[in-house]
């Protein structure tokens, strides 16, 4: 055992495929570096196994019901390594805002799998790092499909289809991405369920999105591939209509997505599971990106990012 285990993460966002990608479909996700988590082992010899975070600070068993998720994981991670005869302070320094789309709960799930392999000195192939971060998140269950932890445990975008691990894939884009939280906490399980009970009301219709979205997909990784990105702007404001024809989105993301394509925006889209959560337009320089950004925050967005995309 190490005098500290550390174990790194970060946010995601999803480029184009969410909700489809539940059916069946791929999706592009990006990790954006820059937007970090960081969980921190260091050992205790008193009998207290102690949580430190922005949301919760103290004993373990005293975690909220929120946060089962990560009890459980904690739990499966300390009987997986035997360390059941240990005691340690674990701390949660985070720069993801919560319920926003952005993979928070997933990056959260890595850095501590990982944390704990460090602490143990145990060797963690992607495989089991994302067969344990699952454990976590099927019970918080924001991201069914497990595109979130794949993405938060990846440095590179990644071409996603559910049950398989993801692959790299490359990008070579001259473009600048400006994320925006609307303010509003997403609501990615109400999401989800609202797709699947039309699915049951309009069969038919629905799946015509899906497909449609998949299609949208495959054309963005291809105009990724080829710096296409005035194309790649109208991919993605497509696959915005195809998500609000999905009811996944409201008017505050859609407001935004106006107020991005008015200013300037090749195009924009919500991200994640909507309702509430994130949106991003894309736009070529970072001067431009600047303006946007500025525009967003005027129509009420409570916070925005800049992602340059290479
Ligand atoms: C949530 O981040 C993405 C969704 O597609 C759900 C999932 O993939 O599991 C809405």
Redesign the pocket.
């Known amino acids: 055992m190490k005098s500290k285990g550390i174990g790194k993460s970060h946010a995601k966002i999803?480029l184009i495929g969410?909700?489809s990608?539940?059916y069946g479909q791929p999706?592009i996700a990006l990790p954006l570096p820059n937007v970090a988590e960081k969980v921190t082992i260091l050992p205790r010899t008193d009998g207290h196994r102690l949580i430190h975070s922005s949301y919760f600070d103290g004993d373990l068993n005293g975690l909220p019901d929120k946060m089962h998720g990560v009890a459980k994981l904690i739990q499966t991670l300390v009987d997986h390594l035997d360390g059941n005869r240990d005691y340690w302070d674990l701390t949660i320094d985070s720069d993801l805002p919560a319920e926003r789309?952005m993979?928070s709960s997933a990056a959260t799930a890595i850095a501590l799998v990982r944390a704990f392999f460090d602490y143990y000195q145990k060797p963690l192939d992607r495989q089991l790092l994302l067969r344990l971060a699952a454990v976590e998140e099927e019970i918080t269950h924001?991201?069914?499909?497990?595109?979130?932890a794949a993405t938060a445990a990846s440095s590179s975008p990644l071409w996603f289809v559910r049950g398989k691990v993801g692959t790299p894939i490359p990008m070579h884009l001259q473009a600048t991405m400006v994320i925006a939280d609307t303010g509003i906490a997403g609501a990615?399980r109400e999401?989800?369920t609202a797709v699947h009970h039309l699915l049951e009301e309009s069969p038919t219709k629905t799946h015509a999105c899906l497909d449609q979205l998949g299609l949208l997909t495959r054309q963005a990784q291809s105009a990724l591939q080829l710096n296409e990105v005035a194309k790649l702007g109208k991919i993605l404001l497509a696959a915005h209509h195809e998500l609000q024809r999905l009811q996944v989105s409201d008017q505050k993301l859609d407001q935004l997505v106006e107020v991005a394509m008015a200013n300037g925006a090749l195009g924009a889209k919500l991200t994640?599971?909507?309702r509430g959560g994130c949106m991003f337009a894309l736009v070529k320089t970072s001067a431009q990106a600047r303006h946007l950004a500025a525009a967003l925050i005027s129509a009420g967005a409570r916070k925005t990012w800049l992602q340059p995309l290479r």
């Open positions: 999803i969410e909700h990608v539940v999706a789309g993979g924001r991201s069914p499909s497990g595109l979130d990615t999401a989800v994640g599971g909507g």
